[in-house]
Structures are given as C-alpha cells and as structure tokens.
C-alpha cells in the first residue's frame, strides 16, 4: 500500500467514510481556483472594453474560454486516470496549473492590446482547466456514494467564498484603501490590477494546501473497491468494435455536411462574423468523429483520442440527460458572465462609457454583486446535502435552477442598481445547486476508472452552451433587442428555467 494513500484494506471494495477535515482538505484548492474564475468573470470584460471592445464584439472575446474547457478538460482528464507518481494521479495537475495560472493573473491586467488580453485569457483558461478538472474526479476517487453530495458541495462552499472575495476585490481596493478605479484610456485602473495580483498568489498558496495535505488512493486500491471487475484494465484502452468505428464515421460526415451548409448559408446571407463559431464548430465536431472513425479502423486498440471520442458517443443514459440540463444551465450562466456589467451599467446607471466614473461605479457593484451571489452559494452548499436527503437530488436541483432562473428574470425589472443584491439571493441558489448536484448524479453513473475521463468528456456540455451563448447572443441582441445588453439577462432567465424543469428527467442512479 502507497504511503501516501488513504488508509484502507486491500480487499474492501467499498470506500471508508472520510473524516469532515479531509474533505475540507481535498477540496481547499477550490478556493484559489474560484479567486481565477471570479476574477476573470467579474472583470475580463471590463478589461476587454477598457482595451478598446465593443459590446457586440465581447462574446467572440470569451470565446476562447470555453473552448480551451473543451479541448483541455477531457484530455487532462484521460491522462490522469493514467498517471502514477509520488504526487499521485490528480495532485500534479492541481500543481502544474496553478503555477500557469498564477503566472497569467499576473499579466492579463497588464494587457498592452486588446488582443494580448484575449490571448492571455485562453492561456488563463487552460492553466485553470488542467487544475479544476482533476478536482471534480478526486472528489469520485475518494469518496463512497452516500458522501458525494456533501463532497461536492464542499466544492461549492469554497468556490462561493473564494468568489465573493475575489468579486470584490475591485471595491475593497478602492473603498477601503484608496486605490483608484479610474485609469486613461486604454490602460487598467490600479484597483484591478491589483485584485488580480493577489489572487494569482491566493490561488497558488491554496492548490499547494490540497497537495500538502490530501493522499489519493492507489490503482490498485481503486480497483479493490470497484466492483466492475471486468471492465477494461486501467492502464490499457479497450478494442474499438467495428461498429463503433462506422458510428463514428457516419456521425461525422452528418455534423461535417451540417456545418458546412450553415457556414455556407451565413456566407451568402453576409452574417454575423459570431456565428462562424457555431457553424465551423459543428463542422470541426464532424471532424473529430471522423478522424477517429479512420483511427479506430487502423489499429487494434483504441489511442486516447478515439477513446474520448467513442466514450463521447457512448456515454451512461444519466450523462446524457444530465448533459440536456447543463446545457441550458450553462447558457444562462454564460449570458450573465458576459453581459452583467454592460447590462447593469446601461440599464441601471444609464452610460456604455468605460471612461466614466459613472461607468466604473457600476462595474464595481456588478463585482461586488457577483461577490453575493457566491456568498450566498457558500451558505447554501451545507443545505443542500440536507435538502436532496429529503427531497431527491434532482427535485433539488430543480427548485434551485427555478430561483435562479427568476431572479434573472428580475433583473429586467429592477428600478435601481441597489436592488440587484435581492436578485443575486436566487442567482446564489442556483450557482450552489449547479456545481455540486450534477456532479454527485454523474459520478454514481460512471465506472470508477474512468472517473477523470467522463468528467472530462461531462464538461463539453458546460463548455458547447458557451460557444453558442458567444456564436449567438451577440447577433441575437443587435438583431432583435436594439444592442441592448439587458435582454441577454433575460434570455438567461428562460434559458435557466426550462433546464429546471428538464432536470426532473435524469436517472439518478444511486440517490439516497
């Protein structure tokens, strides 16, 4: 038995309950992480229109977040089922991207240029996706069943505090120290620049708290537990079927002539530049499939690629009902990462000037609004084990997206900025909800060793919403909505709302 490896008998096959300290200790590094994510959240597109950005232009901006989750996620997942050294199989990629992602808080409010920034930010997602994807597998690794709810929900309870005072920072700097919030035009106020810096070390000293003082069990132990005996050994892909081969390929060339016609018909129609993202996604899709459609055919076993790729055909039935319900969460979510400030500083405060005092004072209390609604999240994670114990995990998970999917709704109709701390009590709900549910329902789904794997592939349907959100919402708001930014709240809303109500669909496969 590892040294650094829980405790456990050889023989068991079910995992021992964790003590409260190790699982606050397995999940610290979700502090750290969240200050990267609320930072960027908060005030990437401040910094995008501070560099010079137009409102329509800011969803193409962010694009590059979600589709370096996309690439990233399942790959570091694939490879760490895989991995075996003296840190373990997760812990040196908590390790490696903190440090990459320290390094990019660093520099994005230092941005010279527009397009630096959005560089930067896809460097900023990567490192940040090489460390979080690898803490939703721990979580399966090391808890039994019966602790999952309570496991990502401490998960949740980290990323809202880290939220709410890395959201905040801005205000805090410039009310509390003095530190200005207004700059020249084109150059970052010190107040950000200075939230961003001390995140970057914040969430390297906590990811190395998780690494310090977590174990993980070995593969070996992994395998005693699991009670899949004859399911495909853990260090070796299994055999591509000959069908499996022709589904892929036939899926391809369907989403390959799919994206073709649509980028066809956006060409002729002389559309909105947003809306290539949709399409050639779709066609890169088809792409991917048949590509490893051709590889499967050619070797005996399958490489990484096509396995994630199969995998992604082949999915558990509660994965891809869950996937229907993220989807729609995720867009909701996106809606209101990228529009919150223009909506609030329009609607609310009444100027689009990034120069203006006016503008910035808005911008802060979108901060520290976001900095509430992670709060609230933080309180909510410790009643939402005790909540799913009475109600069923995805009755939970419903009444929450219905809060947050009204109080989206709200913001619409709010006849002041001040009110936007009520409005932010539902958005808190949902944010608890949606980061701890869907992944304790996944994780009784999937086989043990191929944990990090499926939730690697599960986050393509937080990161596709996100591509459409930034391929769509940018021409459905010029096009339909006069440019004004309020109305993608208000499409989040519904958006929230209908995932809601689709969530009463997933088989929840062990809910007790």
Same mark, same amino acid.
């Given at each position: 038995?590892?040294?650094n490896?829980?405790? #456990? ?6 995992? +021992?309950?964790?003590?409260f ?18 930072l ?7 910094? /995008?229109e501070?560099l010079?950005?137009k ?9 590059a ?21 003296r ?18 808080l =660093?520099?994005?409010?230092?941005s +010279?240029g ?23 597998a ?19 309870? =980290? ?6 005072v ?8 410039t009310?509390? /120290?003095?530190? !200005?919030?207004?700059? +020249? ?39 005693a ?21 022709? *589904? ?6 369907? =989403? ?7 980028t066809?018909?956006f060409? !002729? ?9 949709? !399409? ?8 991917l ?14 490489s ?10 082949n999915?558990p ?12 969460s995720? =867009? ?11 909506? #609030?500083?329009s ?5 689009s000037?990034?120069?203006? *005092?006016l503008?910035?004072?808005g ?5 520290l ?5 992670n709060g ?9 084990? #005790?909540?799913?114990?009475?109600t069923g995990? *995805?009755?939970t998970h419903?009444i929450c997206?219905?809060?947050g ?7 619409y109709?709010?006849?002041?900025? *001040? ?18 549910i869907p992944?304790a ?8 060793k191929k ?27 010029k ?18 709302i209908l995932?809601?109500l689709?969530s009463?669909?997933v ?6």
């Amino acid at each position: 038995m590892a040294s650094n490896s829980p405790s #456990v008998s050889e023989a068991s096959d079910t995992k +021992p309950l964790l003590p409260f300290w190790d699982i606050w200790n397995m999940s610290f590094g979700f502090l750290g992480i969240q200050f990267g994510f609320a930072l960027q959240n908060a005030n990437v597109s401040r910094i /995008f229109e501070t560099l010079g950005a137009k409102v329509d232009d800011i969803p193409i901006l962010w694009v590059a977040a979600p589709l370096t989750g996309l690439i990233i996620q399942p790959i570091i997942g694939y490879f760490s089922d895989h991995t075996w050294t003296r840190l373990g199989r997760r812990r040196p990629y908590f390790l490696a991207g903190a440090i990459l992602a320290s390094l990019s808080l =660093f520099v994005m409010p230092n941005s +010279p240029g527009l397009w630096f920034a959005a560089g930067t930010l896809w460097i900023l997602d990567a490192s940040i996706n090489i460390t979080m994807e690898p803490f939703r597998a721990f979580v399966g690794d090391n808890l039994p069943s019966r602790q999952r709810t309570s496991g990502f929900a401490m998960q949740s309870f =980290f990323i809202g505090t880290g939220a709410i005072v890395a959201s905040s920072l801005p205000y805090i700097f410039t009310n509390w /120290f003095d530190i !200005s919030n207004q700059a +020249p035009q084109g150059i970052v106020p010190d107040s950000v620049k200075w939230s961003f810096y001390l995140g970057g070390f914040i969430f390297l000293l906590a990811v190395i708290w998780t690494v310090a003082k977590s174990r993980e069990y070995s593969p070996e132990q992994l395998h005693a537990f699991s009670k899949q005996q004859a399911e495909t050994p853990l260090l070796h892909p299994a055999v591509i079927a000959t069908g499996k081969q022709q *589904k892929l390929l036939r899926q391809g060339y369907i =989403f390959s002539a799919i994206g073709v016609a649509f980028t066809l018909w956006f060409i !002729s129609r002389d559309l909105n530049k947003e809306l290539y993202i949709f !399409s050639l996604g779709v066609l890169v899709m088809g792409l991917l499939f048949v590509a490893a459609g051709i590889a499967a055919r050619d070797k005996s076993e399958g490489s990484a690629f096509v396995m994630i790729m199969s995998d992604l055909q082949n999915m558990p039935a509660t994965m891809k009902q869950l996937a229907v319900v993220q989807f729609f969460s995720w =867009f909701a979510l996106f809606a209101m990462w990228i529009y919150m400030t223009p909506a #609030v500083t329009s609607h609310l405060y009444g100027t689009s000037d990034p120069t203006s *005092k006016l503008y910035n004072d808005g911008a802060d209390w979108v901060g520290l609004c976001m900095g509430v609604y992670n709060g609230i999240s933080a309180l909510v994670a410790f009643i939402i084990p #005790v909540i799913a114990i009475k109600t069923g995990r *995805k009755v939970t998970h419903m009444i929450c997206l219905l809060a947050g999917g009204i109080a989206l709704l709200s913001v619409y109709l709010l006849p002041d900025a *001040k009110y936007l701390m009520l409005s932010m009590i539902g958005i808190g709900v949902a944010w608890a909800s949606i980061l701890s549910i869907p992944y304790a329902m996944l994780a009784g789904s999937l086989p043990p060793k191929k944990m990090g794997y499926f939730m690697g592939l599960f986050n393509f349907f937080i990161v596709i919403p996100q591509i459409v959100a930034a391929a769509l919402l940018g021409f459905l708001i010029k096009q339909f909505f006069h440019g004004e930014p309020i109305y993608a709240l208000v499409v989040g809303g519904f958006s929230m709302i209908l995932a809601a109500l689709l969530s009463l669909r997933v088989e929840d496969q062990d809910d007790h």
